[in-house]
């Protein structure tokens, strides 16, 4: 059963800083990994897909890399919004799809 | 737009009521549906997988009595939430995904269905 941890649990910045947001998995048989945010008490915002065959992807400021083999996933994100506030969680996809306790992200004005 | 359709967003009803929670993929054929569950302030936990036409995969500790998952059509799986109790208050979320060519299918999710039970 895939195993996915999130470091740090949770993380408080100020505003316009460069951060990174870790995830590590366990079984390295994946056809893709999503990054996704939650809002409180909302439903999940798919941010970023990275393919198995890929090392990295972008999204405005967001980038996420992959490195399959040693079942890792980073996403950076650049010069931090209080809107980006929010849980974020990694999601290997595999047969299924697990996921992270998540990272508490809150960027203070 | 939304691509996964998830119906009720809102449940409040009495201990031992079933509760139906709908789940639908509006623009493509959902093979395989997932049925997760979220309590306040942790992550989301899979309940079963299902794939079209076949019985639902429950993991392990999920009482498939409990939570009757039905998976009839291509777009369309439901969850039933039977003689629901306090403790099965919780966040439930639906996800959905096409079968072709894996690696480049997200899955997509349903904003959810918050149910409590009185």
Redesign the interface.
């Known amino acids: 059963k895939q195993e996915v941890t999130q470091i740090p649990a949770a993380l408080s910045v100020p505003e316009g800083e460069n951060l990174v947001l870790n995830c590590s998995f366990t079984d390295s048989a994946i056809y893709n990994l999503q990054w996704f945010r939650q809002d409180p008490g909302k439903g999940l915002t798919s941010l970023l897909l990275i393919q198995s065959s890929q090392r990295e992807q972008t999204s405005g400021r967001l980038n996420a890399s992959l490195d399959k083999s040693s079942g890792r996933s980073t996403l950076y994100i650049a010069a931090s919004q209080p809107g980006d506030s929010a849980t974020y969680l990694c999601a290997p996809g595999g047969g299924d799809m697990r996921f992270g306790a998540g990272t508490r992200l809150t960027v203070k004005p | 737009g939304a691509v996964v359709s998830q119906h009720p967003s809102r449940v409040i009803c009495k201990s031992g009521t079933s509760v139906k929670i709908e789940c639908r993929s509006l623009d493509f054929q959902a093979t395989t549906m997932?049925w997760?569950r979220q309590f306040p302030k942790?992550?989301?936990?899979?309940m079963a997988?299902s794939n079209e036409g076949s019985k639902a995969t429950y993991e392990q500790g999920v009482e498939k009595d409990k939570f009757l998952i039905n998976h009839a059509s291509l777009t369309l799986s439901t969850l039933t939430v039977t003689s629901a109790h306090p403790e099965d208050s919780s966040f439930y979320?639906c996800?959905a995904r096409a079968a072709e060519r894996?690696?480049?299918?997200?899955?997509?999710?349903?904003?959810?269905t918050?149910l409590s039970i009185l």
């Open positions: 997932f997760y942790q992550s989301l936990m899979l997988t979320i996800s894996l690696s480049n299918q997200p899955q997509h999710f349903g904003d959810g918050r």
